[in-house]
C-alpha cells in the first residue's frame, strides 16, 4: 500500500488519507476578471505529470490537516514534505 | 525423434513486424482498441491506407488487454447514448466485420440499487434509455433473484438489493482478440502496425504538427491522431497542450476457474463491485480507481480487499473462490466522465481521450467516428459533443451516475 509521511503524524497507511489532487492551484483573485478559458483551466485542468507531482494530502484519520507531498507518480516514493494547508 | 520435432510448429502469425517509413498521411499514436480500430475504419471507410499505428510496447499491451471487457449502452445523456449505442450496433456485427472471433456474448448488465437515491438515479437512467430507443428495463429485486439466483436478493446484506437496471442487449467480449482482429484487417488493407515505439516529442510549423521524434527515429505525417488513453496527458504536454485529465490506476482480478454459475454481468455502484464470468469460467470483478494520480500499473490493496468483501456480500457464494491474479491500468479520467474527441488547437492534430474506466466498449464505434473526424477534417456529429471546448462552454456531459463504478 501507498504509505503517507505526514508532517506531523509520521508514516501512515494511505487510508488514512484523503487525497487533494494538485498543490499551488489557487482561488483566481478577482474571478470576473477572467477569460472563459482562463476559468475554465482553473476549474478543470490540473497538472497530471508522469513523474515528481507536488500534491496535497489530508490527514482525515489522524491530526486533520492538510500538507503537501512530493511524490513520484511511477515509483510512488515520496521526496519531500511540507506542512501547510495551501 | 526429440520431443520438439513432434510438436506442432508456430502458429501463423496474425500481423506482421513493420519497420517505420520516414513518413505517412496519418499517424496514429497508441496500439491499443482505439488506435487499431481508427486505423482500420480509416482505411475500410476512407480509403485511407498510408497509415502507420505507433505503439511504444505490444499491442494491447496498455487498458485494452487488461479490462473487464463490459460493454454496454445504457448511459444517461442523449450525446452518450448516441456514441455508445453506435458502439454497440457496430459489436453486433463485428465478427463479420472482421472475419474473427471476439467471443461478443450478449448476456445482458444488471446495475443494482441499494439505495433510495440509487433507485431515482437508475429509473431516471432507464426513462432516459428508453426515450433513446434503448433496451433498458427497470427490474425489482425478486426478478433480479430469478435473473442471478446466486445473488443474495434476501434483506440480510447490510446494503440490500431493492432493483436495478438492465440491459439485455449488453455483455462481454474477449478484449485481446478484438485488438488483434483490427490489427490484422488493419494490416490486410495496408497500415503499418509498429510496436517498440515509442513517441518522445513533436515537431511544428506554425499551428502544424509535422512529424514525431520516436525510438524508433523520426516520423513525419499529414495528420495526427492521439488514442494513448493513460497517457494522453503526456503526450499533449509535449505539445503545449493542457488536458483536463488526471490519470489514476485501475485494477482487476480474475479467480481461479470454476463451474459457470454466472451468465450475467452484474455491477453495483453502493457497494463498489462489479463482476462476469469469463467463457473459460474464472470471474472477472472490478472496483474503483485508486484516488491519486500514478503511472506505475499498480494499484492499492485496500481496493481489492473492499471489493472481495462487497463480492462476498452479495454473493455468499463467492466466499470460498480464490484469487489468481490482480492487475492495473492506467485510465485518463475527465472532470464529467465523459470522453475528448476531437481537434487539438492545431491545424492537423487530432485527439481521442478521456474513456477513463469505460472505452472498452467504445472500441468499434469510437474508432468509426475517430477515423471520420480525421479523413474529413471536421467533427463527425456523434463526436462533436465531445469536444476539448465543452469545458469551456459549460456543455459538460455528467456521466458520474452511469460511470460510477469503474467499467
Ligand atoms: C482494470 C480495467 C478495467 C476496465 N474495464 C472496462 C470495462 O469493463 N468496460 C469498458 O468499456 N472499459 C473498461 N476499461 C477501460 C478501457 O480499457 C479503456 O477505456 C480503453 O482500453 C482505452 O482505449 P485503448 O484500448 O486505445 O487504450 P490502451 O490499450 O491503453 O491504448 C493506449 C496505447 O498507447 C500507448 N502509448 C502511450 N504513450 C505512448 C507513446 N508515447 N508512444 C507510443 N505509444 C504510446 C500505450 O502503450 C497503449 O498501448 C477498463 C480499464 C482498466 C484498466
Ligand atoms: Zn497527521
Redo the contacts with the bound molecule.
Sequence with gaps: MLRIPCPHCGERDATEFHYGAAAGVDYPTDPAALTDGEWAAYLFVRANPRGWFRERWFHAAGCRLWFHVERHTVTDQVRTVREGAA | MTISARLPGHPEFLWREDEPKASYDVVV?????????TAYYLAKNHGITNVAV???????????????????SNYLWDESAGIYEHSLRLWESLEEELDTQVMFSQRGVLNLAHNLSDIREGKRRVNANQLNGLDAQWLDAQEIGKLVPILDVTDRPRHPVLGGTFQPRAG?AK?DYV?WGFARAAQALGVDIIQH????GFQTSGDRVTGVS?TRGDISFGRLAL??????G??AGQLGVRLPLQSH????LVSELLEQVLDTVVMSNAVHV?VSQAHKGELVM?AGVDAHVGYGQRGSFHVIEEQMAAAVELFPIFARAHVLRT??????VTPDASPIIGHLPFENAYV?CG?????????PGVGSVYADTVAHERPHPLAAPFALDRFTTGRLIDEHGAAAV??
Design positions: 499514436v497508441g496500439g491499443g482498441g482505439h488506435g487499431l480500430a505507433l505503439e511504444k510496447g505490444w499491442l494491447a499491451g496498455g487498458n485494452m488487454a487488461r479490462n473487464t471487457t463490459i460493454i454496454r462481454i478484449h485488438a515505439c515509442e513517441v518522445t520516436t488514442s494513448a488513453a493513460g497517457h494522453s503526456v503526450l490506476p485501475l485494477q482487476a462489479y472490478g492487475w492495473a491500468g492506467i485510465v485518463d481521442n474513456w477513463g474506466t469505460g472505452g472498452f466498449k467504445a472500441t469503474a467499467h
